[in-house]
């Protein structure tokens, strides 16, 4: 199984000073959010994390060397990076040739919320949370009688319920092999006005009912850091929580 992680952002929303580093080297007890990714995957049996870096890629870079991660991270260059997340996505694309764990890197998580993933049932899920916090923008799986129909920070299906995906998405082999083609034609228009998540809701839409699953990971903790109150939150609220990695 192959991480593939998007860690190529300015982070603008956070409104962290300019010589600040990227988003996936602040740190959280002594550890960056880079070194904590490696050490739970490393730990679930992952064989690599493949990160999309663009924005001070050379700092992403040094610390690789500084935690002597080489051996297991590994870094694509996305040169439209500047052109927003789905060009990171489309950078990465060659990297969907296997079962994967797509990961946004910005997320401060506990190992179990991963391991319920990896141990789904569903070769291809989306970890969920059914407890939304307030947030400007969430993305929402939502389902009509018990089956996921959309998936999108503003659904248009007709829907019963929804909840939150936290930005982790497991994919089969067969499942990966198309992430390219449903990110092939907004890219091939020059389309900065879409998200990424939009290519997996393409793909959700075009697969058979019971094609996605969900792997549920309420009440476990974990936050996106997006805006300066997403770190106070990491900071005070979620990294107390955390389980330390068994021995």
């Known amino acids: 199984m192959k991480g593939i992680m998007l860690a190529a952002g300015f982070g603008e929303r956070l409104q962290l000073q300019a010589d600040a580093p990227p988003k996936i080297l602040l740190q959280f007890g002594g550890k960056s959010l880079l070194q904590r990714h490696a050490e739970i995957l490393k730990y679930l049996g992952f064989d690599e994390l493949v990160l999309g870096v663009g924005n001070k890629a050379d700092e992403i870079r040094r610390e690789i060397v500084d935690l002597d991660i080489g051996d297991f991270v590994r870094t694509v260059d996305c040169p439209e990076y500047s052109k927003g997340a789905p060009y990171t996505l489309w950078g990465l694309r060659a990297e969907f040739d296997g079962p994967a764990v797509f990961m946004d890197g ?4 506990d190992h179990r919320l991963m391991a319920k993933l990896c141990d789904s049932e569903h070769e291809t899920c989306f970890a969920m949370d059914r407890n939304i916090r307030p947030s400007d923008d969430p993305v929402k799986i939502c389902f009509r009688n018990g089956e996921i129909v959309d998936f999108h920070k503003v659904p248009s ?32 228009e020059g389309r900065t006005d879409f998200i990424y998540e939009q290519a997996f809701g393409d793909l959700l839409r075009a697969s058979p009912p019971g094609s996605f699953g969900i792997a549920d990971v309420t009440g476990l903790p974990w936050t996106e850091i997006d805006f300066p109150y997403d770190l106070e939150y990491a900071r005070t609220e979620i990294f107390p929580r955390l389980e330390p990695l068994p021995a």
Do not use: C, K, N, Q
């Not at 007709?158 to 992430?179: K, N, Q």
């Open 157 to 188: 299906a007709p829907h019963d319920e929804f909840g939150e995906w936290i930005g982790f998405l497991r994919l089969s082999a067969a499942m990966a092999a198309r992430v390219e083609g449903a990110l092939r034609p907004y890219i091939e």
């Open 106 to 109: 910005d997320v401060l998580y």
